[in-house]
């Protein structure tokens, strides 16, 4: 999988992401600096990335259609540590790039991983 990290996601966390995928962009380290969220949502969708974001904007299916995307992370963690995140996140992206998640929100909490498809 490759992922397009939004600029809101702590540097720590985008690093080990990009790491582990190595395809991954991270927003704050690419020309998509500054980007508003409609072209951060174009480019993925142009390029084939998933989008990893904390932006709960996104999570805007009129706004942001799903359809004709890789799918979109939505990051929802309360009251966690950014190690605690970061082993969740990791560990969450692991389980779900063996899913189908193409035109789908995943959103990940404290708790749970969420697949919801737009209907």
Known sequence: MKFLIDENIPKMLADKIVKKYPESIYVLN??????????????CKENRYVLVTM?????????YPLKST????LLRFKNLKLKEITEKTLKSLEIIEKKPIKESIVVISNNKIRIKKQE
């Open 30 to 43: 690419s020309n998509l600096q500054g980007k508003s969220d409609l072209e951060i949502f174009r480019f």
């Open 70 to 73: 890789e799918g979109r992370i």
């Open 55 to 63: 932006d709960s904007d996104f999570a805007d299916i009129f706004e």
